[in-house]
């Protein structure tokens, strides 16, 4: 935990990648290798600036946020008849000034709640309640640092790829035991992800099918639980909830037609939205509302299904 905070405060220990070209060459090259920006990326890339004066990359994974990841901050140098670019991995600065303004606030706050906690009775929660929040912003910074803690290894492996001749390359990669870890194990973290997810989705909606509850809602006012309204739609469910189940085993294994049906559940679910909202309605809506609501869910339909589309890599043929 430690480890982690003083990383946040100081980034990592500085590291060299010595490049095989001239300046322009390496720049070119390194600027060739990533994306100045990867918003609607389907696949990973490394996005960022690169400059003569100033690199900063980062790892950018579709459908997957965090503020936390490190990023790669530096610059290339010449030394005597060799390029070095040079630099650090560390978090970006916007979430350090945030997060140490955030932090000494409700530092503040804890010693003023301690000093009022020494007057009356009543304020002894305060500082405990700001320990609480000091402690969960320190958590908070450790897990978004496990989350991407293979983003420092795939962004060298990157620029040391785009730096380094084709020869070197071939024999680099083949001998890192960090590209062999993720050469095996890559499809294997998406997949067994993927089909977990699924799996917890069948297996909620097969319960609900079981035991004929449709939904849960508990409030101040207490539960409200709704029920299924036929027969017909509690089958419905319970079999949309074990085709899920085995649509998560499909994936797990790999196979190519889970990954193709997964379209069909995208265009589907499009398809029901669209129904829902123009036949449903109720008021029904007008016009203009209509045609931006099938806009918008035609454009995230696009990118869900471009972004599915890039995990083909990891099925293999049947």
């Not at 900063?56 to 005597?80: C, D, H, T, Y």
């Not at 305060?126 to 000091?134: D, H, K, Y």
């Not at 669209?274 to 007008?286: D, N, Q, T």
């Amino acid at each position: 935990m430690l480890h982690a905070v003083r990383q946040f405060l100081t980034g990592s220990e500085p590291m060299e990648f010595e490049s095989d070209y001239g300046l322009d060459e390496s720049v070119l090259r390194l600027r060739d290798a990533t994306r100045r920006w990867a918003l609607f990326s389907s696949t990973e890339v490394a996005a960022g600036t690169v400059t003569a004066s100033r690199v900063s990359l980062q790892r950018v994974i579709p459908m997957v946020g965090n503020s936390f990841k490190p990023f790669f901050v530096g610059k290339f140098e010449r030394r005597a008849d060799k390029v070095v670019l040079i630099g650090r991995f560390t978090m970006h600065i916007f979430v350090k000034v945030f997060m140490g303004v955030w932090m000494a606030f409700v530092a503040f706050i804890t010693l003023v709640g301690g000093v009022a906690a020494t007057q009356s009775h009543r304020a002894v929660p305060m500082p405990f309640v700001g320990l609480g929040m000091l402690l969960f912003a320190v958590l908070l910074i450790c897990f978004g640092a496990w989350l991407s803690r293979n983003d420092p290894v795939w962004l060298s492996q990157v620029i040391s790829r785009a730096l380094s001749s084709p020869g070197a390359v071939s024999d680099a990669m083949a001998s890192s035991p960090a590209r062999s870890q993720v050469r095996s194990t890559g499809w294997a973290r998406f997949t067994t992800k993927a089909a977990a997810a699924l799996t917890l989705l069948g297996v909620m909606v097969s319960i609900s099918a079981i035991t004929g509850v449709q939904s849960y809602r508990a409030g101040p006012g207490g539960s409200v639980i709704t029920h299924y309204p036929d027969v017909t739609s509690r089958y419905l469910s319970g079999m949309f909830g074990m085709a899920m189940l085995g649509l998560a085993y499909g994936i797990y294994r790999r196979r190519v037609l889970a990954w193709r049906l997964v379209f069909v559940i995208i265009g589907g679910a499009w398809v029901s939205q669209l129904a829902m909202f123009f036949v449903g309605g109720i008021p029904p809506a007008p016009t203009f509302a209509l045609v931006l609501f099938g806009a918008v869910s035609a454009l995230v339909m696009i990118v869900w299904g471009r972004w599915w589309y890039a995990q083909r890599v990891h099925f293999r043929e049947e």
